[in-house]
């Protein structure tokens, strides 16, 4: 699985953004996908993830209620719609695809990662 994530960006606190992840491969669809986000000097964080069939998703406490995650097996395609931006969720946001069907908040579950994408929440 080849994964290139895209939609980043700057935007006001309050805003809202939405990053999105292509899969290139056949196993994308029996794939478990997760967000992660980092900052520098510290470790990578999990964000969001769901399920292969897309039915089950799991949040982190600090973007429940205002991050949705979502995928397009059909279209090779997951999202993160993040809104209510803070400047704390200012990271470099990547897309993995998890060893297994469910997603998971370990990223050593996760065999397969985006290059990242930036974004910027302004105050």
């Known amino acids: 699985v080849q994964l290139q994530a895209s939609g980043g960006g700057l935007v006001q606190a309050g805003g809202s953004l939405r990053v999105s992840c292509a899969a290139s491969g056949r196993m994308f669809s029996n794939n478990g996908m997760g967000w992660f986000r980092q900052v520098p000097g510290k470790e990578r964080q999990f964000v969001a993830a769901i399920s292969w069939k897309g039915d089950t998703t799991s949040y982190t406490d600090s973007v429940k209620g205002r991050f949705t995650i979502s995928r397009d097996n059909a279209k090779n395609t997951v999202d993160l719609q993040m809104s209510s931006l803070k400047p704390e969720d200012s990271a470099v946001y990547y897309c993995?695809?998890?060893?297994?069907?469910?997603?998971?908040?370990?990223?050593?579950?996760?065999?397969?990662w985006g290059q990242g994408t930036q974004v910027t929440v302004s105050s």
């Open positions: 993995a695809a998890a060893r297994r069907p469910y997603g998971s908040r370990s990223p050593s579950d996760y065999g397969y």
